[in-house]
């Protein structure tokens, strides 16, 4: 069973820079996107930044300028770069995966701004 594995959580000053990665304990096949959500206290999971098997990113209108995603298709990795953080940034952070076939998500990885 791949798993995903998420890293570079932390605590981070308001306008201060993190980057997260995500990276699978296998090979994954077929790979259609390549998300990051997350997740506040008390609301729902958003998504926060996608990328196509072709290189096209797409993000939510709360982080663009902001946060950048990327992936490396030799390592079945995807980052996001987060830039200019703010107090709303705040939630834990997932990874997915989307194949023809399966969806994988990630553990999670905590990111908190603090004002």
């Known amino acids: 069973q791949v798993q995903l594995v998420e890293s570079g959580g932390g605590l981070v000053q308001a306008g201060g820079s993190l980057r997260l990665s995500c990276a699978a304990s296998g090979i994954i096949f077929s790979i259609n996107y390549m998300d990051w959500y997350r997740q506040a206290p008390g609301k729902q999971r958003e998504l926060v930044a996608s990328?196509?098997?072709?290189?096209?990113?797409n993000y939510a209108d709360s982080v663009k300028g902001r946060f950048t995603i990327s992936r490396d298709n030799t390592k079945t990795a995807v980052d996001l770069q987060m830039n200019s953080l703010k107090p709303e940034d705040t939630a834990v952070y997932y990874c997915?995966?989307?194949?023809?076939?399966?969806?994988?998500w990630g553990q999670g990885t905590q990111v908190t701004v603090s004002s």
């Open positions: 997915k995966i989307i194949t023809t076939r399966y969806i994988y």
């Open positions: 990328i196509t098997s072709g290189g096209t990113t």
